[in-house]
């Protein structure tokens, strides 16, 4: 049986994610369900897609994903399921899955048409649901939907390259659980730009001419001192998603306080990369 995975913007207060588990189960006993996150700020495509662009490189072959950010169904905001990298996802046609898709290309698109379940409100209760359990069930995508070419892009995901200058120009587009700062320049294309030179990484104030691999890599561990005075010491990195971080060495949003805090860093912010 499919594992089907949930990402939404509910939170946890409200009855919302109890709701949808109870209606695949009733729909289906033996589903596996799992919670990738329901902290999404809402409404945040581009966080959503950072966050299952990350999440379902985990899961086996066959999972399903059921995204529950923006989807109210609309005229301009169609329900759609995709086959993608082996696993499918199942949500509007809003541009969260155009960080996934426009590295590696949807093997099925489809946009749902099957009728709305008249005892559910919204759609993840009720289409979004049926069609997980009918794929669960080893269903076809083509009997929920007719196929589609193409989706919506999210431009702001992908930063711009100015050849003429030497630069990569991009800008934030998540603040982790520790306050740390994510931009959208990947490491292939710091790589591919940068091509070994000399470089500055420009957050609004700060400057980094360094980038580590590990967040403890700016701890000297040869002097003899008490280490948690490195505690809050400002660094970029590439972290496990492969982009390009501004962080602060062992933040805490309670006590030392995170980059985006510190920094002054915020959603969308320009991060510029300079090579000489």
């Given at each position: 049986m499919s594992i089907i995975t949930l990402t939404t913007d509910f939170g946890t207060k409200d009855h919302f994610v109890g709701a949808v588990k109870g209606s695949i189960y009733n729909e289906l006993e033996e589903a596996k369900v799992i919670d990738i996150s329901h902290q999404i700020t809402p409404f945040s495509i581009t966080q959503t897609a950072y966050v299952?662009?990350?999440?379902?490189?985990?899961?086996?072959?066959?999972?399903?994903?059921?995204?529950?950010?923006?989807?109210?169904?609309?005229?301009?905001?169609?329900p759609i399921a995709i086959l993608l990298d082996g696993q499918y996802f199942i949500g509007c046609d809003n541009g969260i899955l155009s960080l996934i898709t426009n590295e590696i290309r949807p093997e099925k698109m489809v946009e749902i048409t099957i009728p709305d379940p008249e005892e559910y409100q919204f759609a993840i209760l009720g289409k979004f649901i049926k069609v997980a359990c009918h794929i669960a069930r080893g269903g076809m995508l083509e009997v929920i939907g007719m196929q589609i070419d193409s989706i919506k892009e999210i431009v702001e995901i992908q930063p711009f390259i100015n050849s003429e200058k030497n630069q990569i120009l991009g800008s934030v587009i998540y603040i982790d659980n520790f306050g740390n700062v994510v931009s959208n320049i990947s490491k292939s294309v710091f790589s591919e730009i940068g091509k070994g030179r000399d470089f500055e990484i420009v957050a609004r104030n700060y400057r980094f001419t360094k980038v580590y691999k590990r967040y403890n890599e700016v701890v000297d561990y040869t002097i003899p001192t008490d280490k948690r005075q490195d505690d809050g010491k400002r660094l970029a990195l590439f972290?496990?998603?492969?982009?390009?971080e501004i962080a602060l060495y062992r933040s805490n949003l309670k006590t030392v306080g995170g980059a985006s805090v510190l920094l002054g860093l915020k959603y969308r912010d320009p991060i510029t990369v300079k090579f000489f």
């Open positions: 299952l662009k990350n999440a379902y490189k985990n899961f086996p072959k066959g999972t399903i994903h059921i995204i529950g950010v923006d989807s109210e169904i609309s005229v301009e905001n169609k972290n496990s998603a492969s982009f390009l």
